[in-house]
């Protein structure tokens, strides 16, 4: 019995110690299969931790590329508002090269950027992103098109061209600036003195003192005081502060240096800024230097008219002011230019005169064959193949030519019309055309009424030329034709008479001066002047500047010479009459 007791006991103690060796096997299994969970779980969690870093990274890219996008909106509307205000001519060109290329380098980097991120593990781009860059990046090729297609397309710009372009009239009620009111006395860039100048007439608005005054600019009489000086006194234009007014002062400064070797123009001597002296506007105004001239020619009618109760001037000095602008323009012309304004008022007498029964400046007007000068050439024109693009209309209505009316290709001939209408006016001491600015319909019907055929405009002569089938396909204004079939026939250049009214032709001739009678030779030669070479509706049969220099109606006979003393001789009509 001893045995067996014996024999259990030692049978469930071995028994235990099988259970208990096995317990702790299993124990070390569960604590390795512990520590290898544990292992596995900060192995996960560095894991976590890594792919967070990478979200948060990737949030930053996406944060950065919307910001990217948002700048691509804003250089677009720079790169739109250069196109409308940049100056142009070569400058503009080289910017406009610039600008394209900066925005390719852009779209070329966003593009890289987008790429890279493409590549980075876990990054997946949502289709709104996808859409958004989709509509950006054709926005972006769309205006590296448009400005490629400036610097190919554009011409020269002005400053009067980017003013209309930028809507200037309506702007400056809101723009922050004004003209520039210097002190008697003060010096201008350590070099030029404000002097007070005698005898100006107020009646236009010129403050006292100064020596004119027009919308961009006032002008004052200054003092060069330096040591080198070739004119002791000098004009000095002050522009407007205004934004627009600064923004393009630099294309009249250009063109300004571009024409000082241009025969009878008014020369730049000098130029540079002036401090603001208003709190509003921009920092500086610009200020432009010129010989001091004579009075315009506009201004002179006036005095004319206040004193004789005419505007009309003699027919000498008329043939000397015409003669000085056709010398004028037969150098600007070579320089593929055009004036784009010429008008009494841009037209200077080369000194002022004094309206008495004898004149002591008279003998030098007699002796000198330049009289005037032609000023204001911050609306001239770099052409581009012979023509400027219609971006806007310059030339003051008295003197637009009939393609400046119909929106037609304009190039050296408008400023050949503008000279004849000019001489007319001078003549006769009235306008020729677009008098009482009754719109454009009543502007060419005038031209109906005096031009020789003016009834028929001649479409047979302009079938060969280039810019005309551009013109008649709508690519040179948006108008295209339209404009042109409002007036006339499109097939036979019949011109629509209003309310199908007959044409009534009017002869000039009844406001040549009376020493030039019908029939006469005087008469004739400029009959043939006005109406053979210069006021004719195709451009192309409009003289230059260098055949009409040769016309023989400039030429003055001793006749015409004495009566310009006999003019200035006559007693002042009285006030009543």
Not at 10 to 33: G, H, P
Not at 332 to 350: C, G, R, S
Not at 516 to 529: H, K, R
């Amino acid at each position: 019995m001893l045995v067996i007791v014996i024999t259990l006991y030692m049978r469930l103690y071995f028994q235990n110690v099988e259970i208990a060796r096995q317990l702790e096997v299993v124990e070390n299994k569960t604590t390795q299969t512990i520590e290898g969970l544990q292992t596995e779980l900060e192995t996960s969690k560095a894991a976590v931790s890594e792919k967070t870093d990478l979200l948060d990274i990737l949030k930053k890219q996406k944060s950065d590329f919307v910001a990217q996008l948002e700048k691509a909106k804003k250089k677009q509307k720079d790169y739109k508002a250069k196109i409308e205000t940049l100056k142009h001519g070569q400058k503009t060109k080289d910017l406009l090269t610039q600008a394209a290329e900066k925005v390719k380098k852009y779209l070329h980097k966003v593009q890289e950027d987008r790429a890279e991120m493409a590549l980075e593990e876990g990054y997946v781009e949502d289709s709104e992103d996808a859409h958004a860059w989709a509509t950006e990046k054709e926005s972006i090729n769309t205006w590296i098109h448009k400005l490629e297609w400036c610097e190919s397309n554009i011409p020269a710009m002005t400053r009067a061209q980017s003013v209309e372009k930028s809507n200037y009239r309506a702007k400056e009620k809101t723009e922050q600036g004004g003209h520039f009111d210097p002190d008697m006395g003060e010096k201008l860039n350590e070099r030029y003195q404000v002097k007070f100048a005698d005898g100006v007439s107020t009646d236009r608005g010129v403050p006292s003192g100064a020596l004119g005054k027009g919308h961009f600019s006032v002008v004052w009489l200054g003092e060069d005081k330096s040591e080198t000086a070739e004119f002791k006194d000098v004009a000095i234009k002050i522009l407007r502060n205004t934004k627009s007014v600064v923004d393009t002062a630099h294309a009249e400064i250009d063109i300004l240096e571009d024409t000082k070797t241009c025969k009878n123009s008014v020369t730049l001597i000098d130029h540079f800024q002036i401090p603001k002296k208003r709190e509003d506007g921009e920092d500086f105004h610009e200020a432009l230097v010129f010989p001091v001239l004579g009075s315009d020619v506009c201004v002179f009618q006036d005095r004319l008219e206040d004193r004789f109760k005419t505007r009309a001037m003699p027919v000498a000095w008329v043939k000397k002011i015409a003669r000085n602008i056709l010398e004028f323009y037969a150098d600007l012309h070579k320089l593929d230019m055009i004036h784009t304004d010429l008008k009494p008022e841009n037209v200077f007498m080369f000194k002022n005169v004094t309206l008495n029964e004898c004149p002591p400046e008279l003998n030098d007007y007699q002796n000198e064959q330049i009289i005037s000068r032609v000023g204001d050439l911050g609306n001239a024109e770099r052409l581009r193949d012979g023509y400027r693009k219609h971006h806007s209309v310059i030339t003051t209505r008295y003197y637009r030519a009939p393609e400046t009316l119909l929106r037609m290709p304009e190039g050296t001939p408008s400023d050949i019309w503008a000279l004849g209408c000019m001489v007319f006016e001078l003549l006769s001491g009235n306008i020729l055309f677009g008098e009482k600015n009754e719109g454009n319909t009543h502007h060419l019907h005038q031209f109906v009424e005096v031009l020789r055929n003016g009834d028929h405009f001649p479409v047979e002569d302009f079938s060969g030329d280039s810019a005309w089938t551009k013109f008649q396909n709508g690519e040179w204004t948006d108008d295209g034709m339209s404009v042109f079939q409002n007036h006339f026939n499109k097939i036979t250049g019949k011109w629509k008479a209003p309310e199908n009214k007959p044409v009534k032709k009017w002869d000039i001739r009844s406001e040549y001066p009376k020493e030039m009678p019908t029939g006469s030779e005087q008469c004739t030669l400029l009959d043939e002047f006005l109406l053979d070479c210069i006021l004719l509706w195709d451009p192309a049969k409009r003289w230059t500047a260098e055949q009409l220099l040769e016309h023989k109606w400039l030429e003055i006979t001793p006749e015409e010479e004495a009566r310009v003393a006999e003019f200035f001789a006559k007693a002042p009509t009285p006030k009543n009459k």
